[in-house]
């Protein structure tokens, strides 16, 4: 696994051994941020379930300002700061080792608006639905924050609309997707009601 493009192009990113973490193949990453490169530069990122900090240290290496990732496993966070080091983009990021709505909790108040949100939670567990419920009232996103999640292919994002989300984009991959979803704009909320 290495950095795609940026700063640290090409460096070779560390991983946890084991079934701990599930790293986002280098071809995902790419296509990933292909689609959101245009917003990258000086942009606050906010990568949930960071595993090995790939997604937050590609985001950095592409120009984003800050790069703020949640780990709870205490050895992948520290491969997390490991990889920082190594790709020399530790100055611009906060690694936080605990589980994600307590860290999305202790950045409350603090003045952060996150222009990206991803996430990769395990998948099967909704987790990213209890992370939605909650970023849908948070101060950390506005309505032009992109939230992208990673999930199965089969997970159903049928409640985002419900929630006060829409969906403005689906990506899917042989195994997995991305969707991308914003807060629903004001005008849209009352159309529904």
């Not at 296509?31 to 917003?39: S, V």
């Not at 942009?43 to 590609?58: H, K, M, N, T």
């Not at 990673?150 to 829409?166: P, Q, V």
């Not at 969707?179 to 159309?191: D, G, N, Y």
């Amino acid at each position: 696994m290495r950095v795609i493009a940026g700063k640290a192009r090409r460096l070779v990113l560390k991983t946890i051994e084991g079934q701990d973490t599930r790293p986002t193949t280098d071809r995902i990453k790419e296509t990933l941020f292909n689609m959101i490169h245009g917003d990258m530069q000086g942009c606050c990122f906010l990568d949930l379930f960071s595993g090995s900090g790939a997604i937050g240290i590609e985001a950095l290496s592409r120009g984003a300002r800050l790069a703020v990732m949640i780990e709870q496993n205490p050895k992948a966070a520290e491969c997390i700061r490991e990889n920082l080091k190594a790709t020399r983009l530790e100055e611009d990021a906060i690694v936080m080792n605990c589980d994600v709505m307590t860290g999305l909790r202790r950045l409350e108040g603090k003045g952060y608006v996150f222009d990206f949100v991803f996430m990769d939670p395990p998948y099967h567990n909704e987790w990213e639905k209890q992370v939605l419920q909650y970023l849908i009232h948070s101060r950390l996103t506005a309505e032009d924050t992109a939230i992208i999640i990673e999930a199965a292919l089969e997970t159903s994002f049928d409640y985002l609309e419900s929630m006060g989300y829409r969906m403005i984009r689906e990506k899917n991959y042989k195994t997995n997707k991305h969707v991308f979803v914003t807060k629903k704009k004001p005008k849209e909320k009352e159309e529904t009601v």
